[in-house]
């Protein structure tokens, strides 16, 4: 048997972590709520014949990094540009993590405990592009740039683990 790449590795470890368990039962305690009002929504639904948020995710990156790529290739004048598109980033993710939240309600054991940290990643990079979003707003272009890049990373390496749940594990089918 070959032996695994670190990304495999990482997952793998993720998935059998007590820690990473006590973070999925926290989030949802903190989440559970609210969860429950999404589930019902049409944020959770089957008229796609499948998970919502792997498509919602798609507008939220792409905003994300349609930002960054203005903030270093756009120069001064790709400003204006840039900050609307942290800001529909922004605003987009709060439908996209309200339907995953929905869709980690329903995971359980490794499956679950990599969404909790999948969704751990994608909070800190929503809270990463809010700052840069009010750093832009505040006139200060080039902190909004690197807490932009920085939200990327984030996003970057939370998206590696949505999709390996949703690609590798089948999470965003509705069988």
């Known amino acids: 048997m070959a ?3 670190l990304p495999q590795r990482v997952v793998r ?8 368990e006590r973070l999925a039962h926290a989030q949802e305690v903190v989440y559970g709520p609210l969860i429950e009002r999404v589930r019902q929504s049409f944020l959770h639904s089957d008229v796609l014949g499948h998970s919502l948020h792997p498509s919602l995710t798609d507008v939220t990156t792409g905003c994300w990094l349609g930002a960054s790529v203005l903030d ?13 598109l942290a800001g ?4 987009a993710a709060v439908p996209t993590a309200l339907a995953g939240a929905a869709d980690l309600s329903e ?7 990599i969404g909790a940290v999948h969704s751990l990643g994608a909070d800190a990079a929503i809270f990463l592009f809010t700052g840069s979003l009010v750093a832009r707003l505040r006139g200060n272009h080039a902190r909004g740039t ?18 390996h749940l949703a690609l590798h594990r089948g999470t965003a089918r509705r069988d």
């Open 13 to 20: 470890a993720i998935g059998e972590s007590s820690l990473v």
């Open 146 to 163: 690197q807490l932009a890049l920085a939200g990327n990373v984030v996003m970057s390496a939370a998206g590696f683990l949505g999709g």
């Open 72 to 84: 270093v290739a756009g120069g001064s004048q790709s400003r204006r540009g840039a900050t609307l």
């Open 88 to 91: 529909c980033g922004v605003l």
């Open 107 to 113: 995971l359980s054991g490794e499956e679950r405990r």
């Open 3 to 5: 032996s695994r790449s």
